[in-house]
Structures are given as structure tokens and as C-alpha cells.
């Protein structure tokens, strides 16, 4: 019979690796294609149009782990909790979640 160890798995959520890239987010700078302006993007965000010209800007998304891991739901749900990240962010978070990916 497999045992899990449940404080075990709690000290592994609170010291999450993936955790960090979530609450403080990497700033990306990307060119617009349509008239070159700089379009800022988090790390999360997949998204943006330009303040310029208004394009709709995608870019790919950076290997996260809220598209492998199988708490990603409940982690989105607590920082959102806790104020760690806004109903905005978490709400990106789930669509990034959600996608169907190779690595799940």
C-alpha cells in the first residue's frame, strides 16, 4: 500500500519552484509587428495589444508549471486567496491551465 505523506506534501507546496515565476512575474518586452512598438507582457501573459496600433499580439508561451502539475488549480486558487496574485492574474493563470498539453 502506498503511503502518502500529507505534511509532507504541504512542505513541498509551500516551497513550490514554479511558485516564485507566479507571484513575481518576468516582464517580457515584444515588438509590435504592425508598427514596432514595444508591448509589454508578464510572464504569464499570453496576449496583448499594442498601445500604439491596437494589433493583437501572441506570443508563446515559456514552459510553466501551472500546464504540469496537478495542483496547479488549487496553487492558482490559494495565492488568489492570499493576495498574492489579483483575480486578473489567476484568471490567465486558468486559461494557461486549462490548455491541454504534451507534458500532462
Known amino acids: 500500500m502506498l503511503r ?3 505534511w509532507g ?5 509551500k516551497h513550490c519552484p ?3 515565476d507566479l507571484i513575481r512575474p518576468e516582464i517580457i518586452i515584444v515588438k509590435c509587428p504592425n508598427c514596432g512598438e514595444e508591448v509589454e507582457f508578464f510572464g504569464y501573459e499570453l ?3 499594442c498601445p500604439n496600433c ?3 499580439i501572441r506570443r ?5 508549471c501551472v500546464t504540469w502539475c496537478n495542483y496547479a488549480d488549487k496553487c492558482i486558487d ?4 492570499k493576495g498574492l496574485i489579483s483575480k486578473e492574474t ?3 493563470l486558468r486559461k494557461i491551465a486549462k490548455k491541454p498539453s504534451l507534458t500532462r
Open 4 to 6: 502518502i505523506n500529507y
Open 90 to 92: 489567476a484568471a490567465e
Open 54 to 56: 491596437g494589433t493583437l
Open 9 to 13: 506534501l504541504i512542505a513541498l507546496f
Open 47 to 49: 496576449e496583448q495589444k
Open 78 to 81: 490559494d495565492l488568489e486567496a
Open 60 to 64: 508563446k508561451a515559456k514552459p510553466s
Open 18 to 20: 514554479g511558485l516564485d
